[in-house]
């Protein structure tokens, strides 16, 4: 027995709008900070969540169940078995395995891998149209490994790369220019992490290239305050782990910023790890690293042709190397 009788005798069908589906493999802090997000923005009507512990997974869907009188209406589902994936419109993944104490960079990398291996074929074959957005660490090599596993087209992998750091360097420089960071523009591309490069030329205010602006104006040229900055960007991963034991919130924004920019055919550009092979001189093998790069429901679109300094592109260069040398040592 149907809740509501039709108000005549032919019951109508529903309209046909397809339903968007995301998927989210791994809930720890970073993959239910995503969830939730996901969420509060409204952006999918299905929400499937996978981990590898049934109890905590089942715990965490209730949770989020349980609010579903103050939030837009979203199907939540969890399971352990992929099925649960199946017609995916995006598949975001963040489970990954903890460094154990004394464990070598390279040791963690292959266990992950190993851990991608469980992880990205069920996905594929369940949705294989999908676009997958890796958020797992070291992203850039683990978004590699999971177009190879995958078998997919490079524009539906994507990594969810320097998205983050660039927020970061917009807020730092907002800060100590006390304007707001959406009236930001400035890119941090390359390797998410360490090896980052802050693209100087790139950074507008409101419009105002800053560095023309400071020249023209004769304020003293403010490289020193720019690098520190990108250094501060660059530690305040550590630092909030240090303080809080892992990042969540910021990284939940980033990537739900990236699905619905995905999702919606927004068509905006976002700095995210994409197969990298042919820009900017790096042609030694394929490696993902950051560019500034037209999302929409496609996937990449394009990378939009900035103009990086010799000393960037050097920079480019060098990171592709080292990706290269790791993924050749994983024998991948
Ligand atoms: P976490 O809280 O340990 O969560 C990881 C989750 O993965 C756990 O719930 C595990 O049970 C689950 N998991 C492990 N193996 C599997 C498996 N085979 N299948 C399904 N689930 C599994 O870690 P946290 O959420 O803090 O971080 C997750 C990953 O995101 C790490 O690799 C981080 O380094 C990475 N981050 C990436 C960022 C970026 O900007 N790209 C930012 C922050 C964190």
């Keep these: 027995q149907s809740f509501f009788r039709s108000i005549n005798s032919t019951a109508p069908s529903s309209p046909s709008r397809r339903n968007t589906k995301i998927s989210v493999i791994g809930a720890g802090n970073v993959g239910m ?63 990954g395995a903890r460094q154990i104490a004394g464990e070598s960079r390279l040791n963690l990398l292959q266990r992950n891998v190993t851990l991608f291996e469980s992880i990205i074929p069920p996905l594929a074959r369940h949705s294989p149209d999908t676009v997958l957005l890796i958020v797992s660490n070291p992203v850039d090599i683990l978004t590699y490994v999971s177009w190879k596993l995958s078998g997919f087209s490079p524009h539906r992998v994507i990594g969810s790369g320097t998205n983050l750091d660039s927020s970061r360097f917009r807020f730092l420089i907002a800060d100590h ?32 290239p800053i560095l023309s602006f400071l020249e023209r ?102 990171s592709a190397k080292t990706l290269r040398h790791l993924q050749t040592q994983l024998g991948i």
Aim: glycine fraction near 8%; charge should be negative.
């Design 217 to 318: 104006e004769q304020i003293p040229y403010e490289k020193e305050t720019l690098e520190n900055i990108h250094r501060a960007v660059v530690e305040s991963a550590y630092e909030v782990i240090n303080l809080k034991g892992y990042t969540s919130w910021a990284i939940g924004y980033s990537a739900a910023s990236l699905a619905r920019s995905i999702l919606r055919d927004q068509r905006k550009i976002h700095p995210v790890s994409v197969l990298a092979r042919g820009f900017y001189d790096i042609e030694d093998g394929d490696v993902f690293l950051s560019l500034p790069a037209q999302l929409g429901r496609g996937g990449v679109l394009g990378v939009t042709n900035v103009h990086l300094t010799d000393e960037e592109v050097e920079k480019l260069r060098d």
């Design 33 to 95: 900070a995503i969830a939730q997000t996901i969420l509060t923005q409204d952006l999918a009507d299905v929400l499937a969540l996978v981990d590898a512990k049934p109890d905590k997974l089942r715990g965490e869907m209730l949770d989020l169940q349980h609010a579903a009188a103050f939030l837009p209406r979203t199907k939540i589902l969890a399971s352990t078995d992929y099925s649960v994936t199946t017609g995916s419109d995006l598949c975001i993944v963040t489970a």
């Design 177 to 208: 220019l006390d304007v707001n960071a959406q009236d930001v523009q400035a890119y941090i591309v390359g390797e998410h992490g360490d090896s980052s490069v802050a693209l100087w030329s790139s950074i507008s205010v409101g419009g105002v």
